[in-house]
């Protein structure tokens, strides 16, 4: 059994400048359509505020808020088709904890089907990979035809910053779980 008022959530990542009462904003959307519907207490959750004027120092509350936990006991992460984990783009190391990136273009093109209008994304402030790494459980999640070549390379590829998602070859206990779509390929 699941007891929901013990869980302590932190949101995986955020569009940097945008604020959390915008309906294209990862609390937002994991607040709306998760964490309200459960019942969760905001006391019980946090996100990256992507709005604060030092985003370094955002990063290290968070790495802060993992570490006096002992770590995550699990991290669920959904994957772009690029590969990136949270905002962890292509090319950034496997052994970065929170950390703020340049969003790939791939990701900005894709980003505005969360938002009603153009939004300007250029950066994002993110889990990193190495929180990803030490958690006792990782699960990646992915839907749909338009996964099916990336979760082949991720599951068939050499382990590569180049393709973020390919960390869960080197996970303890990574579980990918896929449909029948993404999975096509594998």
Not at 9 to 20: A, H, M, Q, S, T
Not at 30 to 52: D, Q
Not at 81 to 103: A, K, Q
Request: hydrophobic fraction near 40%; aromatic fraction near 6%.
């Amino acid at each position: 059994m699941i007891r929901l008022k013990k869980l302590i959530k932190i949101g995986l990542d955020e569009w940097v400048g945008i604020g959390p009462e915008s309906e294209g904003s990862c609390r937002y959307i994991v607040e709306e359509h998760l964490l309200k519907p459960l019942g969760i207490s905001e006391r019980n959750y946090t996100f990256f505020n992507a709005l604060h004027s030092d985003l370094d120092s955002e990063c290290k509350r968070v790495d802060s808020l993992i570490f006096d936990r002992g770590g995550l006991d699990l991290i669920v992460v959904g994957i772009g088709l690029n590969g990136h984990i949270g905002l962890n783009e292509p090319g950034y190391s496997f052994d970065h904890y929170c950390h703020v990136t340049e969003l790939a273009q791939m990701t900005i093109d894709v980003g505005q089907k969360y938002f009603n209008s153009a939004t300007p994304l250029t950066k994002g402030i993110t889990v990193g990979l190495k929180h990803l790494l030490e958690a006792k459980t990782a699960m990646l999640i992915a839907t749909g035809k338009k996964k099916a070549s990336i979760i082949e390379e991720t599951l068939k590829s050499e382990v590569s910053p180049a393709v973020p998602s390919t960390v869960f070859q080197k996970h303890q206990n990574g579980l990918v779980w896929v449909d029948e779509e993404a999975g096509e390929r594998v």
